[in-house]
């Protein structure tokens, strides 16, 4: 498994690469075991090319690429975005002393499944896209001359987990790629993708631990060998603790497996979040005559202990303990899944910074610098493989969710930070979708009973010093059908508040969950709430994706999981805005529920859980980062009341604009808001407070656009009136920073709309970078109103025309935006004078496809009134905006 480069590849040598062919030199020259990734210098083909198997196949016109890769960067502008088959290939020149020894090649990842030749040969196939797998190769390779690996990959395998699920399947070799020369005697290298060497820690208390080292040694050599097998446990200071050794005789060919025990450690230095100590167990072996060491493998340990409640939660090393935890989804646009460890290091050191100790791995096993990270920034940790919404008749699908289950274990076993196995997620989500009669569902539900019934098996078998479990959608289902009664602790998705119900719909369905099931220990295993930097609300609700109700959902939840002791603990989801195609939403292809943005830029709420977390640092945040660009209706020269937010964990914050103090108010839930005056176009707010006896600031410069209610000669000079009709949200426009606000009913001397009634569509709006002001619309206008003096003038329309059903995503839970099937057409007229005597956008543009009108009218009058006249269908309109011209 992949550790810290420095110390724990198994005394790594580094390499270099002489040439384009990859000759290595190695340093030292005497190395026994030597590892290297082969990730540069490959070549590419998206498509299908059986040939490409053949070492003489010509590969000069394909794309130069290197490892880590991806070919689905398309899923972050297509819903329907390749998945297929890709072939890779590349040359390696072996050096001359790797002969005679065993050669392994390791793949870290390959989505979904890889098919491996060399020199035309096929080596072995693995059916999994996101653990590992090795071949021993030596059979295949050549000394003589260049060999040519081959690579078959493809992500559209309906046999392999996921075959469902709320996020992009990406396709590639996106992890490394290494090669491992050892001596004919060595650690077994083809453990189910593991390193062979297993440590656990069966007895841990204050006063004294245990610790137990199992593993195999092949032979491939075809005389006896004579070994010796030595352990060396090291303190966390770096100072050896003690040493055991073992003398073995192999038989040739013999695989020969060892457990070892070492003496108790006395008041051993215990592993938690806070405090994540890390032993370090170096495994040798070595010539028993000779002494020369052939293999050795390095790796940590922690010392801890464990158990969840049903009543009173979570405890760690004997001590309640709350679960405050992130899921974690592993792309990041514009690249997809193909990170650097460096950016998966970095995700966990945000994750630590905003105070969590506890990450779902989901849905799927990571990259192994994740959970290094784990285990050395102190992070616990629940790992699954990618069992998702339906379990299907395919054959061989569940034989591959067993094996990658082992996989999964084996491969992470020795990280100290992991404390749960999962194996599946939502099943019956899709289950109870598809299958709309008792006789068609039934029999889905004994397929997801009984493969969830095998895993829970084997995962006992592989390991049972860790906990089983599974996420549920909030349907009572899963203990309806026994499904609940499987796995050790439960966990929970649930979305009260955002994909219906009401915020305190959450805190009721856990309250009845304890009531009825009370031998369930429960984590809230996904919550969250969308948003979008560009909307904003006064008055946010539900679905709208404004940042300010994202703000509230959370406000609410965490107190919740908080202070509710029977809830282990909760992971909010997501920790990142990620790829999800088939999503459509105020951001096409987006799940916008993180934390932190695409770029892993922090969102505001993110300094509500580190000032909720942290208690060892100062949290001082003005959250209104994400909406520097501020605009509102002024009257006259009275400056615009608009809330601004602080997240803190000081007792209390005062507010300044410009120098001026708004006053000091307590914090409540982390939170103090301040109804702040804006007149000038680049205040600066101050925000400080006192932390044990330290002033602290932060500071923060608004850019504001006041827009008068009132529109004259004077005030309309320069002015663009932008309003988002039908909508409660003000929405700034990434591309030209102009601020949309939210649409008002007329009032005489004003502006506003006349008639009709709000609607929205989630469904993405083609034709425009400004999805959402295209995704609401006031149905049923009559007319929109302007009292402005006399003059020439601009005037553009935006409509969409969202009025046929359309097909919508299983997890909108209810949301599904169906609409009813007609074609709108309608007259529109100016001051009375026709501008379009029958406008049907469905007709010129298409469905969800954005449409702008720009008109230009001499007004004559103190009015501007557009007025419509309904042909078939209703009338109405997306946004409107007015621009004075002369």
């Not at 910074?353 to 920034?377: T, W």
């Not at 932390?691 to 006041?706: A, C, E, I, K, S």
Request: charge should be neutral; hydrophobic fraction near 35%.
């Amino acid at each position: 498994m992949k550790k810290d480069k420095n110390t724990s590849r198994q005394k790594i040598s580094h390499w270099m690469a002489a040439t384009a062919l990859s000759l290595f030199i190695l340093s030292p020259a005497h190395a026994q075991h030597e590892t290297q990734t082969i990730n540069d210098s490959w070549k590419f083909l998206k498509g299908e090319c059986t040939s490409a198997a053949d070492s003489a196949f010509n590969d000069s016109q394909w794309a130069d690429i290197h490892l880590p890769h991806t070919w689905n960067t398309d899923a972050y502008t297509e819903k329907d975005y390749y998945r297929g088959t890709g072939w890779y290939r590349r040359r390696i020149t072996l050096p001359k002393d790797w002969e005679g020894k065993q050669v392994f090649l390791k793949l870290d990842a390959a989505s979904k499944a890889a098919t491996l030749f060399i020199n035309g040969k096929n080596i072995g196939e693995h059916a999994g896209g996101y653990t590992a797998c090795t071949f021993n190769i030596t059979p295949f390779l050549s000394f003589r001359s260049p060999n040519v690996l081959a690579i078959r990959v493809d992500n559209a395998r309906m046999d392999i987990p996921p075959i469902s699920g709320d996020f992009t399947f990406f396709g590639g070799i996106y992890r490394d790629m290494w090669l491992t020369a050892v001596p004919d005697q060595h650690f077994n290298l083809t453990n189910h993708g593991s390193d062979g060497i297993f440590i656990s820690t069966p007895q841990v208390s204050e006063e004294k631990a245990t610790l137990s080292i199992r593993g195999e040694i092949k032979n491939d050599a075809r005389e006896k060998a004579n070994l010796e097998l030595i352990h060396s446990i090291y303190q966390p200071d770096g100072t050896l603790l003690q040493t055991l050794k073992k003398s073995i005789q192999l038989k040739p060919g013999e695989t020969y497996a060892f457990q070892n025990a070492a003496s108790p450690i006395l008041y051993p230095r215990l592993w938690t979040p806070e405090t994540p100590a890390l032993y370090r167990i170096e495994t040798t072996l070595r010539d028993r005559k000779t002494k020369v060491v052939l293999d050795q493998s390095n790796h940590h340990t922690g010392f801890r202990w464990f158990h969840f409640d049903a009543d009173k939660g979570f405890f760690l090393n004997g001590k309640p303990y709350k679960l405050r935890g992130i899921c974690r989804h592993q792309d990041q646009k514009p690249i997809g899944v193909a990170l650097t460890d460096e950016m998966h290091r970095r995700d966990m050191k945000l994750m630590k910074e905003m105070g969590a100790n506890f990450i779902r791995v989901s849905h799927y096993p990571q990259d192994d610098a994740l959970l290094e990270m784990c285990d050395k920034l102190g992070m616990l940790a629940w790992e699954e493989i990618p069992i998702i919404d339906i379990v299907p008749e395919t054959p061989g699908y569940g034989d591959n969710c067993e094996r990658n289950l082992r996989e999964m274990i084996r491969q992470h076993y020795n990280h100290p930070s992991i404390i749960a196995w999962g194996y599946m997620n939502e099943i019956l989500l899709v289950t109870q979708r598809k299958y709309k009669t008792e006789a068609e569902l039934k029999p889905a539900i004994e397929r997801a009973s009984s493969l969830a019934k095998r895993l829970e098996k084997v995962l006992k078998e592989e390991d049972s010093t860790r906990v089983s479990t599974m996420a549920f959608h909030g349907s009572n289902s899963y203990n309806e059908t026994g499904i609940s009664n499987i796995t050790d602790i439960v966990g929970w998705n649930l979305y009260q508040g955002w994909y219906g119900g009401d915020v305190t719909g959450f805190e009721k369905y856990l309250a009845q969950q304890h009531r009825d099931y009370p031998t369930h220990p429960m984590i809230v295993s996904e919550y969250g709430a969308g948003s979008d930097r560009r909307l904003h609300s006064l008055t946010p609700r539900a679905f709208d994706f404004s940042i300010e109700y994202q703000q509230k959902y959370l406000e609410h939840y965490l107190p919740v999981l908080e202070n509710t002791p029977y809830v282990c603990g909760g992971t909010h989801w997501n920790f990142i805005d990620f790829c999800s195609a088939l999503r459509d939403e105020s951001m096409p292809r987006i799940n916008n529920k993180g934390l932190v943005y695409a770029d892993r830029t922090p969102k505001d709420v993110y300094y509500y859980y580190q000032a909720a977390w942290r208690k060892d640092i100062p949290v001082l945040h003005i959250a209104s980062r994400d909406w520097t660009h501020r605009s509102g209706v002024q009257q006259g020269d009275t400056p615009v009341l608009l809330p601004v937010k602080v997240y803190s964990n000081l007792p209390e914050v005062e507010l300044f604009i410009d120098g001026k103090s708004i006053g000091k108010q307590q914090t409540k839930n982390y939170t103090a808001t301040f109804e702040v005056p804006f007149s000038n176009k680049e205040p600066l707010l101050l925000a400080q407070g006192n932390y044990q006896g330290t002033m602290v600031q932060d500071g923060l410069r608004v850019n504001f656009r006041p827009v008068p209610a009132r529109l004259n000669a004077t005030n309309l000079k320069n002015l663009e009136l932008a309003i988002n009709v039908g909508s409660r949200c003000f929405f700034t426009s990434d591309e030209s920073q102009l601020t949309w606000l939210p649409d008002q009913p007329y009032t005489p001397g004003s502006w506003g709309y006349i008639g009709g009634e709000e609607q929205d569509t989630k469904t993405e709006i083609h034709n425009t970078a400004d999805g959402p002001l295209f995704q609401t619309l006031r149905n049923g206008i009559e007319g929109y109103r302007f009292d402005v003096p006399k003059g020439v003038y601009e005037i553009e329309l935006l409509f969409t025309d969202i009025f046929r059903q359309n097909s919508s995503a299983a997890y909108l839970l209810g949301r599904d935006g169906a609409q009813e099937n007609h074609e709108s057409a309608f007259g529109i007229s100016v001051n009375g004078s026709p501008v379009e005597e029958s406008l049907s956008p469905c007709k010129e543009s298409g469905y969800f496809h954005a449409l702008r009108k720009k008109y230009i009218v001499n007004n004559e009058a103190d009015s501007l009134e557009i007025r419509f006249q309904a042909i078939s269908g209703k009338c109405f309109l997306n946004g409107i905006k007015l621009r004075n011209i002369y």
